[in-house]
């Protein structure tokens, strides 16, 4: 088995803790999140999706013409593309970056306000058959040797034939927590992305994930990956008085400032999305878990996305990580709340104490996933 990290970009410097400032989509920026990451160590980098940011595929399409070796995770929405449309667009990006750097993070949408900004009014049960619907068509794209039709309930085309293929397979990513994500994306996913919830959570959610897939027929099922908000010190006293810090700081802030888990994404009461809702189970059941795991972040911010913390000086966060790997994990998605210092440090102390740990139990780190 071997690890990724995957870190994430944006276009503005901006987090829960951290206004934004500047223009919405600065090109330096854009160049200085790209070279921290790669120089970091990261095998990929997120990059996220909302009714309100700039176009992700045009992000990585710039990013990915900035940097030599770095992989782009770029978050998309079904239901506001064609499925054959997203298909060349993501082939299209994959020759230009020179094939096996992109891949596609599947969000079937947890906030229903979100959505609406977007023109989309489906229930959530309703966006997950889509979805279902949405990467069967997207496969074929991809893979069919002969033109072919599709019916169903979302889609209708007829004698699909694709002249852009990806130059390889392009990963598919699936994020949810909830009954019909594991079953769309035990069907249909590479990589099944969670929350960084409690040991004993996640590996719950694990069972459930290999579950689905053995009903959908897999014999293989998903890798997973889980996603934390490593905060660092030297020593522990100094991790946890940045914790507290940063914690206080998102009170301040009200939630948090406009980022994808800040309160651009929030909605009034109580989260509908059940990934949300377990992080917020896990906060109201403890602030501290197994070695390191701090959800009073997530707790602060509403959860309105990854946004718990792994608190504790390089050594620890990295035997906290590698427990992850223990329960079946294959990627560790990681970043901060001063998103490209904590990157940059991550790749000087982090990720190379994660891949000294890992070694030691086994475990080949910092490889990629492939499809």
């Known amino acids: 088995m071997s690890i990724e990290f995957v870190g994430m970009i944006g276009t503005q410097e901006v987090s829960e803790i951290r206004p934004a400032t500047g223009p919405v989509l600065d090109p330096a920026v854009v160049r200085r999140f790209a070279a921290a990451n790669e120089e970091a160590g990261f095998d990929k980098v997120l990059i996220g999706h909302s009714s309100s940011t700039p176009d992700g595929l045009q992000v990585a399409a710039y990013a990915a013409a900035h940097t030599d070796r770095l992989g782009f995770l770029v978050a998309h929405r079904p239901g506001f593309t064609a499925p054959t449309l997203a298909a060349r667009q993501y082939a299209t990006l994959d020759h230009f970056s020179g094939g096996g750097r992109v891949a596609m993070h ?19 049960d309703e966006r997950y058959a889509r979805t279902d619907e949405y990467l069967s068509v997207v496969r074929r794209a991809w893979t069919d040797p002969e033109p072919f039709d599709h019916t169903g309930e979302h ?13 390889g ?52 099922p998903p890798r997973i ?3 934390f908000r490593p905060i ?36 009034p009461g109580a989260p509908a999305n059940v990934g949300s809702q377990r992080l917020l189970a896990a906060a109201e059941a403890g602030e501290l878990h197994d070695r390191c795991l701090w959800t009073a972040t997530a707790a602060a911010s509403g959860a309105a996305g990854n946004s718990t913390a792994l608190v504790g000086t390089p050594d620890t966060v990295a035997a906290a990580l590698a427990d992850y790997a223990d329960i079946g994990v294959t990627t560790l998605l990681i970043r901060g709340y001063d998103p490209v210092d ?10 190379p104490a994660v891949r000294a740990e890992l070694a030691r139990r086994g475990v080949t780190a910092g490889a990629g996933v492939t499809a």
Do not use: C, N
């Not at 990589?191 to 040991?199: C, H, I, K, N, T």
């Open 155 to 167: 889609y209708r085309v007829a004698g699909v034939a694709q002249e852009i293929r990806p130059l």
């Open 169 to 220: 397979p392009i990963p598919v990513y699936f994020g949810g927590s909830s009954d019909a994500a594991y079953r769309v994306g035990g069907r249909h996913a590479d990589v099944f992305a969670l929350w960084g919830e409690p040991l004993a959570g996640t590996a719950e959610q694990i069972a459930r994930v290999h579950d689905a897939a053995r009903a959908a027929g897999r014999t293989e």
């Open 342 to 351: 904590d990157a940059r440090r991550y790749g000087s102390e982090l990720l």
């Open 106 to 124: 599947v969000i079937s949408g947890g906030s229903d306000t979100d959505q609406r900004r977007d023109g989309d009014w489906l229930d959530k």
């Open 232 to 267: 660092l010190g030297d020593t522990e006293e100094q991790a946890w008085a940045r914790a507290h810090d940063v914690r206080d700081r998102i009170v301040a802030a009200r939630g948090g400032h406009g980022s994808f888990t800040g309160t651009r994404m929030r909605e």
């Open 225 to 227: 990956s889980v996603s």
